[in-house]
């Protein structure tokens, strides 16, 4: 069974920057994508970035120019680098990996932005 353990995540004012990280337990074969959620209080899951095997990236419009996903395959981790955050920002920030032949979720990790 694959875990994702996340850390990273804070209180931090408006403005200023936050970096997130995955790492799963092991390599996972068959990979497709490697992706950052979020979940405010009373609203849905939604995606904020996603990277795919081949290194293409994908934005939520919210968030395009601010935030960055990278990844580090020889440390089966994935990264979100969060600069000019804003208290729109605050959720609950989950990691996501889906391969072929399964998905895996982390514990999610809460970023808090102050006005």
């Known amino acids: 069974q694959v875990q994702l353990v996340e850390s990273g995540g804070g209180v931090v004012q408006a403005g200023g920057s936050l970096r997130l990280s995955c790492a799963a337990s092991?390599?996972?074969?068959?990979?497709?994508?490697m992706a950052w959620y979020r979940q405010a209080p009373g609203k849905q899951r939604d995606l904020v970035a996603l990277i795919t095997r081949g290194g293409s990236t994908n934005y939520a419009d919210s968030v395009k120019g601010r935030f960055t996903i990278s990844r580090d395959n020889t440390k089966n981790a994935v990264y979100l680098q969060m600069n000019s955050l804003k208290p729109e920002d605050t959720a609950v920030y989950y990691c996501?990996?889906?391969?072929?032949?399964?998905?895996?979720w982390g514990q999610g990790t809460q970023v808090t932005v102050s006005s």
């Open positions: 996501h990996i889906d391969a072929t032949m399964a998905a895996y």
């Open positions: 092991r390599s996972i074969s068959s990979l497709n994508f």
